[in-house]
């Protein structure tokens, strides 16, 4: 099989491949950036109801999705990931249509972190980010890490590793302590006796905390786009999913099931209550902590998803559907136009009053999501002799099966949104709107494309 121009022939040494460890650093920020966003389940939901959420959604949602990304990435480890899956499989329309939905997902993700890092750095002093330095603290994540992603992807993957360790330190002792107080020292649920598992008794919306937990447990397929700048991709892939799988879960499970143990009430959960819950289990110090924590968040999943969508870009150049120039690398293999094209886009987004609109992600990440699944099952009609390193277990119809539940789940999202809406539309067809300029955009990129020497496939044969 010739992976040609975005293939493994490609790779240069520049800064280094990132190695397994980095990789589930890296994924995991990608996808969760730890117990942050846990709040709403709680506050919607109550404990019992959230912490059957965070065990049953990994089981039905996260691992089906991650054995299929470990699949085609096992098989097809080239930069671009998941586009190039979907275009090999169903061809370059589809294809199209996959990047598309992805980076216009990224207009609405990628600008609420950087803010997120700015409001929790409010929380240790107003003054700081009071007026325009908020915007220009915004700024400055933005330019760091495009700075960051200029080093390579291994800088990336290291740097999370580092992050992951900073970011949680502040959990493991609130989770330790409110172990502690709940089971040892007898001042949680054994002494409260008030019903702490109980859904809230105002503001409870449970289907709301179902769209919230599939947010929080979203972006597996991320970590593909990267995977010509992966260590021994066939091996360290799938286990890099299955390993952040657990990590993920694991990380929401014990400081949510701490604080209820500890008798915290649900009611009391909303964004950013997790830096009230760790003054009253430990003290201001640990609040600090914990408010540091969250700008670690912000800056760290901007950071690693920076990483993986600025290759799409790439990929696409290489293809012929974007410029050329897009596709220059620099002495570490990174694209850097690519980077700088999107580093200016979703700065010219921080000041736009999108809010993180679940319903608006899970419409354009579900439509990408449902096309990987898709392109699974094809490929294994289609090339049945393609090497597989790691396969999703079940033959056939273990990959038409994988599917079935994360395509019910994200059709329960939409259902549950209906009632939304965004620039005086319903939040749906707001976000069908943005999918179906997809179609628009590739009529438009063929055209333009038209008198291009042809571009050597990378993924197909």
Not at 51 to 67: C, D, E, F, G, K
Not at 135 to 150: E, F, G, I
Not at 224 to 234: K, R
Not at 448 to 459: D, E, K, Y
């Amino acid at each position: 099989m010739a992976l040609g121009q975005v293939g493994l022939g490609r790779a240069r040494t520049g800064g280094g491949k990132i190695r397994l460890l980095p990789l589930i650093a890296a994924t995991y920020f990608m996808v969760s950036g730890g117990p942050y966003g846990l709040e709403d389940i709680i506050g919607m939901a109550g404990y019992g109801r959230a912490l059957l959420l965070l065990l049953v959604i990994p089981v039905v949602w996260s691992l089906p999705t991650s054995l299929m990304v470990g699949e085609l990435a096992a098989a097809m480890p080239v930069e671009g990931g998941y586009y190039c899956w979907v275009r090999r499989a169903l061809g370059r329309f589809w294809g199209f249509q996959e990047a598309w939905l992805s980076l216009a997902a990224s207009v609405f993700d990628m600008a609420i972190y950087p803010v997120i890092f700015v409001l929790y750095l409010g929380r240790i002093e107003p003054a700081w980010t009071a007026g325009y330095r908020g915007t220009m603290w915004a700024l400055a994540v933005v330019v760091l890490c495009m700075v960051w992603n200029l080093r390579g992807a291994r800088a990336v993957g290291e740097g999370s590793v580092g992050m992951f360790c900073l970011l949680l330190s502040p959990f493991v002792v609130l989770t330790a302590v409110g172990l502690w107080k709940g089971l040892v020292a007898g001042h949680g649920l054994g002494v409260a006796g008030s019903g702490t598992l109980r859904a809230p008794s105002t503001g409870a919306d449970f289907a709301g905390a179902i769209s919230v937990a599939l947010w929080n447990y979203m972006g597996w397929d991320n970590a593909s786009t990267v995977a010509q700048e992966v260590e021994e991709p066939q091996k360290n892939y799938p286990r890099a999913m299955l390993a952040a799988t657990g990590l993920v879960a694991l990380t929401y499970v014990l400081p949510l099931a701490a604080v209820a143990l500890a008798g915290i009430p649900a009611d009391r959960f909303s964004t950013g209550a997790w830096a009230d819950a760790a003054r009253e289990l430990a003290g201001p110090w640990l609040a600090l902590c914990v408010v540091l924590g969250g700008t670690i968040n912000g800056f760290g999943m901007f950071n690693a998803l920076m990483m993986s969508y600025t290759r799409v870009p790439y990929a696409l150049a290489e293809e012929g559907m974007l410029p050329k120039v897009v596709a220059r690398k620099n002495a570490w293999d990174v694209p850097w136009v690519s980077v700088v094209l999107c580093s200016v886009g979703w700065a010219l987004a921080l000041r736009l009053s999108f809010e993180r609109l679940i319903s608006i992600d899970l419409v354009l990440y579900g439509g990408s999501l449902m096309l990987e699944f898709v392109a699974l099952v094809v490929l294994r009609v289609k090339e049945p002799e393609l090497a597989r390193p790691f396969k999703v277990p079940g033959g056939f119809w273990g990959a038409v099966g994988v599917g079935v539940a994360p395509v019910g789940l994200i059709a329960f999202a939409l259902w549950a949104a209906r009632g939304e809406r965004v620039a005086g539309l319903p939040a749906l067809g707001f976000a069908a709107i943005v999918a179906a300029a997809g179609p628009v955009v590739y009529l438009a990129a063929r055209m333009t494309r038209r008198g291009r020497p042809a571009a050597t496939p990378s993924v197909m044969r």
